[in-house]
């Protein structure tokens, strides 16, 4: 497990600079396309849902072994994949090709980026039927219904259990602590403009001190002897003294879902824990594409994405929390990897207006 979660967030890390230039490099691709989505030979008749689907994903997509072969057979649909880079430039890939699309269905759209994928015309409005759709509902971007919801997690800083033991310092437990000296030179958090988590922590900050708030936090929390990593496996396998690497600051930026990977073999408690004051909420939602050449079975893998099967899952799989109330967490995730009550948040419209802004001055401030 602890190597699944460690590809799927690693995979997910670029989100800003990156995008840059994954989009220049897909322009020079985009210019040889000329038709959208599937192949229109291989789709057959998209009113009857056969032929060939193609989902678009981020890299990080995957279910079980058997899944999808048994959504396949089932539905007599053929499935495509297209993962043409990390989550934090799908969107932008999906608006340079949006004239000429890559495939019929999108997966891996996520709050950061959910209000520019509408407003860019990428997506196709559809709302499922399915049991599983009402939880979607609730955590729709916009009452639009381009895109709906399949997954859920929480960026939230984790701490060292065993380490402030040792050293006799009670653990933090809210963002202000951060800054207090006690605290000094113990967190290390990831580059908001190179880093989905990241940019999800400045987000949980916006959230939680406002526009004209944030930015006096992060100028406290750098003198306070904050580390900056590129990536999250930097943070999280080097520099967190919990993740396994031995590094030297217990204080980390992760997910609420990491504690569990600490248990050790043979059982026991999680040596880590989620500081669940400070999480932001990641939610990844699937649509269909304009301009598809199989919009039914684009309908049909929004379905099978919303399934029972697949949304007990996720959790194994993605390393997410499924949408769907009517499955069961794993155990271990139930007892020690619950998801904030409190999550800070912002609009994604509002995302949508300020990100780069934001990202900009975040940069200016901590890291120059």
């Known amino acids: 497990m602890a190597r699944t979660r460690a590809h799927r967030r690693t995979s997910r890390r670029t989100t800003a600079a990156s995008a840059a ?3 220049t490099a897909l322009a020079l691709t985009a210019c040889s396309v000329t038709g959208g989505g599937s192949d229109p030979e291989a789709s057959g008749d998209a009113s009857g849902g056969a032929g060939t689907v193609t989902l678009v994903t981020h890299d990080s997509f995957h279910v079980s072994d058997g899944l999808l072969e048994q959504f396949e057979q089932e539905s007599g649909l053929t499935v495509q994949q297209v993962a043409p880079g990390d989550g934090g430039a799908l969107v932008n890939q999906l608006i340079l090709t949006k004239d000429a699309p890559l495939g019929d269905a999108v997966y891996g759209i996520d709050t950061t980026f959910a209000s520019r994928a509408i407003e860019e015309g990428v997506l196709e409005p559809y709302t499922s039927q399915v049991p ?6 609730a955590l729709a971007p916009d009452d639009s219904g381009s895109l709906t919801a ?4 929480d960026v939230c800083l984790n701490v060292d259990h065993a380490w402030f033991t040792a050293q006799g310092i009670p653990e933090p437990t809210t963002l202000e602590d951060l800054t207090d000296p006690r605290y000094k030179d113990l967190t290390v958090v990831t580059n908001a403009a190179t880093s989905s988590p990241g940019l999800a922590f400045l987000l949980a900050t916006v959230g939680a001190f406002g526009e004209d708030g944030w930015q006096q936090y992060w100028t406290d929390l750098t003198a306070n002897g904050l580390k900056v990593a590129e990536g999250w496996s930097d943070a999280y396998y080097t520099d967190f003294s919990g993740g396994g690497g031995g590094g030297p600051r217990p204080i980390a930026l992760s997910y609420a879902s990491s ?7 043979g059982g026991g408690e999680p040596t880590t824990g989620a500081l669940l004051d400070t999480c932001f909420r990641q939610v990844e939602y699937a649509g269909v594409l304009a301009g598809a050449q199989n919009p039914e079975g684009a309908q049909q893998l929004i379905d099978w994405l919303l399934s029972d099967e697949v949304q007990a899952d996720i959790p194994g799989s993605m390393y997410m929390y499924p949408v769907s109330s009517a499955v069961d967490l794993p155990q271990e995730w139930e007892q020690w990897a619950p998801l904030s009550d409190a999550p800070h948040e912002v609009a994604p419209a509002e995302i949508a207006a300020n990100r780069d802004a934001w990202l900009r001055e975040w940069t200016d401030l901590v890291t120059g």
């Open 132 to 137: 599983a759709a009402e939880d979607a509902a």
């Open 259 to 265: 504690p569990p990977e600490t248990i050790p073999e």
């Open 21 to 23: 230039l994954a989009a």
């Open 150 to 153: 399949i997954d859920k997690g």
